[in-house]
């Protein structure tokens, strides 16, 4: 692809309130990823609505989320940042991938059986289909890398599988996807159960640390974090809250973890969640402001909005006219 760098993408939903550890997990690293990678990310969108949405509500979550990837450094001109429901091409790939997808394959996926038994009211087809939808979304962009956390990790393999079947019935067409394993974000865990990860659904606020929450609420969530009676500032898994808070201060200050236990040596948890509070502040605060300058510009964004979404469009189609000729779709009279 351009400048023969290889193809590298990812998407995340506007669902849910984004925390700490969408940023310090993810989304930092997308940043750094820009460089090295041809990077396209987008907002799935399409993805969203597997379960009920309010329609404002997820259009402006949808534009937050763009705003957000533009504020946390992604340069729109060199990663493609878009819409997933403004490049048509995931659809219509989508479809033709689910007449490749079996039945008792999408049954297996844990992701489904969980958010089946979550949304027992609307397990619908879409739902079923999810990672169908997401290896087209991979596949357009014939994408080398896909940084994926382990969540994702199955639905990855079955993209795999799925471009595989397909090129040994049609010959090479697809860029086999493997899993981006750099270095990758910090693993942030719950504040209040610090052996879960942090969620954006967790039912308890405390136990997240939301990306547009206040300087004082950040301060009095650390306040509360749920550490152990060990009385040692050490890190190691006995103490996984500790750990936790170790290591949310070194994503956020760029601290290494020796150079921090030291630091903290023989001093208080007292201390160290207010030390912790305030280095995620100094992350947050400005992110926020970033977010709100640009969300005032409403003609830049939608400029950039518009630019990215005909470029995904561009390669997205490439891959799609070629798997529609060799399906054999009647070709287009221009
Ligand atoms: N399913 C992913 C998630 O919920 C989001 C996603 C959609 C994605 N399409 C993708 C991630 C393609 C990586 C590649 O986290």
Known sequence: MLDDKKVLFSGMQATGSLTLGNYLGALKNWVKLSDDYQCFYSVVDMHSITVRQDPATLRK???????LYIAAGIDPEKAVIYFQSHVSAHAELAWILDCYTYMGEMNRMTQFKDKSAKHADNINVGLFAYPVLMAADILLYQTDLVPVGIDQMQHLEICRDIAMRFNNIY???FTIPEAYIGKVGAKIMSLQDPTKKMSKSDENPNASIYLMDDPDTIRRKFKRAVTDSEACICYRDEQPGIKNLLDIYCACTGT??????RAFDGRGYGELKEAVGESVVAVLEPLQKRCEELTKEKSYIDGIIKANAEKAAYYANKTLRKVQRKIGFPDRIR
């Open 61 to 67: 979550r949808a534009r937050a989320l763009m705003i």
């Open 171 to 173: 010959g090479p067409t």
């Open 256 to 261: 290494s973890t020796e150079d921090a236990v």
